[in-house]
């Protein structure tokens, strides 16, 4: 096949676009590209179009090979591939701790067995902030490369030797269905759509299609502006990276834009039109070379440089120009001492360098595997730091007598921890944020003579209207055990029957407001996220609850315990004067908690009773002198992660929850006029 430069052109534009994205770049607080993803669906049409190319011209001459044709596969794919993964495995064990270095070797293992896209289909999703700290997130779009070529050659062997005349049929039918998953997937199941084949083929298909009918001969036909049409199919590819974001059902119908601006740039680029031309110029082909290399090394450079930079904040635009330049150095040295020669074979024949490639991929993969299996069995400094700071900073359950945690437990089977005679009955309502300060509660019952019941299931606050989009995640069986169990929690808290006041400690992450922007969740009769909290008081009121209402905890800018781990990984030789610094600069400005809270404290302001205790976290954890929320006081750490309070922070919180509680009895034993109580 004639070599294409435009075509190099066109993946500079892809991996550019990617890097941008991925490196967060912004003006005036505006993404610059929100939509670069969709780099990685240009290089699926050219994968699909140059891929079928060369299969189908091989299969007409006679002399296709698909032994020959793995080969050059792994000789074109993974001596890059292994390179950076044996770089990043490195970097792993220095820098990634506890449960993100096990995580990171079972990515490996994904990786060289190129199932990256189940791995993180089972384990992620792709634009929460948490993948950023995921060095081998990118390797996903590999895994669906690999395993469309796997099944291409065979499918066109096949149909060429037996039913030559159906080629085409069958690259329209599976595109088309493909087609169709991806739109359904969008909506039913957009974790696995946007990271598995089924839903990803018709892109490449898009690329085989042209290969197929669209063979680069001279036009029979002439064609209205012919010679604007590859710009045409350039603007959309850019129109398309300034629409889309985050938010946008992709892959899906709406994904035809880019593809069909990509295919429409591959068939009518000559070296005539102005933009391929400018395609062709030395700068944007030498950036397509490298790409393959660049689109390796720049996910692993900057997942690594947030997670060391993760107790000082984001990475600053001046600290994400000199990461740009190590990637683009480290991929000019992997692109002429790696790619080029494996893909040659000038330094060795391409039987022994596939057999040493595989060697190493088989010692990564059982490595990968033995890590994540038996644990950190690499102990980098802040490893041994981070068990010692985990022993200040678990995050607390609720244990019964019997030892089975009280989280996630069937309605009919909750832990009710009965007072004889209580003043009080405590119901603790909501997700795994009322999990951590259940214990808490429960010891201060025990010493008040209450009644405490414990009703906290994960995922899922007690919020009637709100309707998880079962398998729009990871944990889509929370996501439905939620819906099915709503119901099941109304009845209980409407039967149940207390001589004793009764009072429910509602409580909930700070995260759903995000999940509704994603489409994650949905709320019945048309209603927003803020009407739906307020209806879900409202009912708590009107069964003759006290609502102790907690707001939001401060959120930390990252895993509190690993920060810290990081921070003190040279505990034994610190001055006071260092630890001292070290531990506040874990810190976050107050008004910046305050800023990522504000619309659910809107919220919960909004609603007034006369049954009703604020509980106000801030009050605990934040200084509005200092302008300052702690992570920590010098000696304990108040978080198990970014949000979920630890034991020592649990303990804080549920202290000031009773302490109310104590207090709004007192109240309505002398027959105060009101029974609205603010705890500062």
């Not at 991925?22 to 610059?32: C, K, Q, S």
């Not at 951590?436 to 019941?453: D, F, L, P, Q, R």
């Amino acid at each position: 096949m004639k070599y294409r430069p435009e075509i190099d052109g066109l993946r500079a534009i892809a991996v550019s676009s990617v890097l941008i994205y991925h490196a967060n770049f912004t003006i005036l607080g505006v993404d610059l590209l929100p939509g670069g993803y969709l780099g990685v669906d240009i290089f699926f049409v050219i994968s699909g179009y140059l891929i079928t190319n060369i299969i189908l011209n091989q299969l007409k001459s006679g002399n296709f090979s698909i032994i020959h044709f793995y080969e050059r596969r792994i000789r074109r794919i993974f001596p890059a591939l292994l390179v950076v993964l044996i770089f990043s495995s490195f970097a792993a064990s220095r820098i990634l701790i506890g449960d993100s270095l096990k995580d990171y070797f079972g990515s490996l293992t994904a990786a060289v067995l190129s199932l990256s896209n189940f791995w993180f289909w089972l384990s992620d999703n792709y634009f929460t902030d948490e993948s950023s700290t995921k060095p081998l997130l990118h390797t996903w779009s590999l895994g669906v490369e690999e395993q469309f070529y796997v099944i291409l050659p065979i499918l066109l062997i096949f149909l060429y030797r037996y039913a030559p005349n159906k080629i085409g049929h069958a690259i329209i039918g599976l595109a088309s269905a493909s087609l169709v998953v991806s739109q359904l997937g969008s909506t039913l199941f957009p974790s696995a759509n946007f990271f598995l084949l089924p839903s990803r083929a018709w892109e490449l298909m898009a690329g085989a299609a042209l290969a197929h009918f669209l063979p680069r001969k001279p036009h029979r036909y002439i064609i209205p502006f012919r010679s604007a049409l590859p710009a045409i199919g350039i603007g959309i590819v850019l129109t398309s990276m300034i629409l889309f974001n985050s938010e946008t059902s992709h892959p899906s119908f709406l994904t035809l834009l880019p593809v069909i601006g990509t295919m429409l740039f591959i068939h009518y680029s000559n070296s005539q039109d102005t933009i391929s031309r400018i395609l062709s110029a030395p700068i944007p082909r030498f950036v397509g070379l490298i790409s393959f290399s660049l689109y390796l090394w720049h996910f692993p450079i900057f997942a690594f440089a947030t997670v060391y930079m993760e107790p000082y904040g984001a990475i600053t635009t001046a600290q994400k120009i000199p990461l740009l330049m190590t990637t683009f150095a480290l991929s000019v040295g992997s692109y002429y001492l790696v790619e080029k020669p494996a893909r040659s074979g000038t330094l060795v024949s391409g039987k022994i360098a596939v057999s040493v490639t595989c060697s190493i991929a088989i010692l990564l993969a059982v490595l990968g595997l033995a890590v994540h299996q038996l644990g950190n069995i690499l102990t980098p400094p802040a490893n041994l730091m981070l068990a010692r700071v985990k022993m200040g900073s678990m995050r607390a359950s609720l244990i019964e007598a019997d030892g089975t945690s009280c989280h996630s437990r069937d309605i009919s089977d909750l832990c009710t921890f009965v007072a004889k005679n209580p003043t009080a009955t405590v119901v603790g309502l909501g997700d795994s944020f009322i999990d951590v300060i259940g214990s808490a509660i429960k010891s201060e019952a025990e010493a008040n003579n209450w009644t405490y019941i414990h009703d906290s299931q994960s995922a899922c606050p007690w919020i009637p209207d709100m309707v998880w989009r079962v398998e729009s995640l990871k944990d889509d069986a929370i996501a439905k055990r939620c819906n099915d169990i709503t119901g099941l929690r109304y009845r209980f808290l409407k039967n149940l029957r207390s001589d004793a006041p009764k009072y429910v400690v509602f409580h909930m992450s700070n995260s759903y407001g995000e999940r509704v922007g994603h489409g994650q969740i949905q709320f019945k009769g048309g209603r927003t996220f803020s009407q739906a909290i307020r209806r879900a008081l409202t009912e708590l009121d009107r069964l003759g609850f006290t609502i102790v209402l907690v707001y939001p905890v401060p959120p930390a800018t990252g895993h509190v315990p690993r920060m810290v781990a990081h921070a003190l990984q040279n505990y034994e030789t610190m001055t006071e004067g260092e630890l001292s610094a070290a531990y506040a600069s874990l810190n976050v400005p107050l008004s910046e908690s305050l800023e990522r809270t504000r619309a659910i404290r809107r919220t919960f302001d909004s609603f007034t009773s006369t049954n009703l205790i604020r509980i106000d976290p801030f009050d605990i954890f934040c200084s509005a002198e200092q302008n300052v929320c702690h992570t920590n006081d010098g000696v304990s750490v108040f978080y198990a992660d970014k949000e979920h309070v630890s034991d020592a922070g649990g303990e804080l919180l549920g202290k000031k929850i009773t302490e109310a509680i104590r207090e709004h009895l007192q109240h309505r034993s002398i027959n105060t006029d009101s029974s609205v109580v603010k705890v500062n």
